[in-house]
């Protein structure tokens, strides 16, 4: 976890493993999307044994459909529950959440994608954003921290930044037109060439960079430096397992 994070008594954060969960191979085993093909009641049980180990009850959970866009919403009190127990009545097309309510916990899954935490302790706020290459590059990560200055009135340096558990620079592989709009957007810092023709692109960096450009301070963001794809023995790797795999989550909640 984030340590300057796990220094505030008032939330909670995690990011899941895949280990401790009933589901069988590809799944295996702590999956927790309903979308991947694996059974729902194995997803249902994954997302009971990971809400009780975060001390939360699920039905207080939000689990989104997320779509690799910059839509953010606000989570209030009537959104509890949204999306956990079936997709029908998740949140769609949505990517960023927002909530002052205690006790909601906002959810994030990802096999490769970003999650990237926000905490506001002065206002109590507390978001998450999935930021995969799409979101990214859209600065999804930078939108929600303006929405949570906007919106609650977040003062941007005093907002705590956590730039989660994802596919790191060493794995991920990207076209050359890719990398090329990245260094454009974020600065050659952000992708490194191998060999003169193998291009890797840094989302950490590139969330990092886009978030100090709004103000947030640079002593407030932590990165937690793990990928995905090297450790697929812990987490799942979309790209590392060919898409045939599950989906750990990321979450944050405000203590009640
Ligand atoms: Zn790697």
Redesign the pocket.
């Known amino acids: 976890m984030f340590n300057h994070l796990s220094q505030f008594a008032k939330i909670v954060h995690f990011i899941s493993t895949r280990k401790g969960g009933v589901s069988a191979a590809p799944f295996d085993s702590l999956n927790v999307s309903f979308s991947v093909g694996d059974l729902p009641e194995n997803v249902l049980e994954n997302r009971r044994i990971l809400a009780e180990s975060v001390g939360i009850a699920l039905e207080n959970c939000i689990i989104p459909q997320l779509c690799h866009g910059t839509n953010i919403e606000i989570v209030r009190v009537g959104d509890r529950g949204r999306g956990v127990f079936s997709p029908e009545n998740a949140f769609k097309e949505t990517d960023g959440f927002i909530t002052n309510v205690p006790e909601i916990c906002l959810w994030v899954t990802s096999a490769d994608c970003t999650p990237v935490f926000f905490y506001d302790p002065e206002k109590q706020v507390v978001a998450m954003a999935h930021a995969g290459w799409k979101g990214t590059l859209a600065e999804i990560a930078a939108k929600t921290a303006l929405k949570m200055h906007t919106d609650f009135a977040c003062n941007l340096a005093e907002i705590r930044v956590g730039i989660g558990t994802s596919?790191?620079a060493?794995?991920y592989e990207v076209s050359k037109e890719l990398a090329e709009k990245f260094s454009t957007a974020f600065g050659e810092k952000v992708v490194s060439v191998k060999e003169n023709t193998s291009y890797y692109l840094d989302l950490w960096e590139a969330n990092w960079i886009q978030l100090e450009k709004i103000g947030i301070l640079s002593q407030h963001i932590e990165v937690s430096n793990i990928?995905t794809?090297?450790n697929t023995d812990l987490y799942y790797s979309f790209r590392k397992e060919n898409g045939n795999t599950g989906r750990f989550c990321a979450g944050i909640y405000l203590k009640a």
């Open positions: 596919i790191g060493c794995c990928c794809a090297c």
